[in-house]
């Protein structure tokens, strides 16, 4: 009867899996956003009569060891990032909620009547109702 170790076989085998399902995740990530920015470059450029219904930020914190120490014995360096949304209601009922720059989404108010230029999922600009 041979000894057993929980760092046998099964240890060696995820140790060879993760690097292939990390590349795979990787790989999965670079696809879809480079098809997302293909389907943004075909799309038109479409410019509608709207209101800005909503805003939202999505606040993100990250934490990684310092020192490169993964047990976090020599402390945590942290960063926050923030994503800006706007929705805009367009003459139809139809709402559409687009990512914004970090300045757009202060100069736009809800209430805000214009005229709004996107692409696919991608904001272009925001003239108001006043600049017309």
């Known amino acids: 009867m041979g000894f057993y ?3 046998g076989t099964g240890f060696g085998l995820f140790f060879s899996i993760f690097p292939v399902l990390f590349a795979a995740a990787f ?17 038109p450029r479409l410019t ?8 939202r930020r999505d606040t993100t914190t ?5 020192a490169g120490d993964a047990s976090g014995a020599h402390g ?16 139809s009922g139809d709402k559409i909620e687009l990512r914004v720059g ?3 989404y202060r100069q736009l108010f809800v209430g ?17 109702k006043g600049e017309l």
């Open 102 to 104: 970090g300045s757009e």
């Open 76 to 91: 945590f360096h942290s960063s926050i990032s923030t994503d800006y949304y706007v929705t805009f209601q367009v003459e």
């Open 62 to 66: 990250h934490s990684t060891p310092a």
């Open 112 to 128: 805000d009547q214009g005229k709004m230029t996107f692409q696919g999922t991608r904001y272009l600009g925001f003239e108001h």
């Open 5 to 7: 170790s929980p760092f």
């Open 27 to 43: 790989l999965f990530i670079l696809i879809k956003g480079v098809s997302q920015w293909r389907k943004n470059n075909n799309s």
């Open 48 to 55: 509608v009569e709207c209101v800005v219904a909503d805003k």
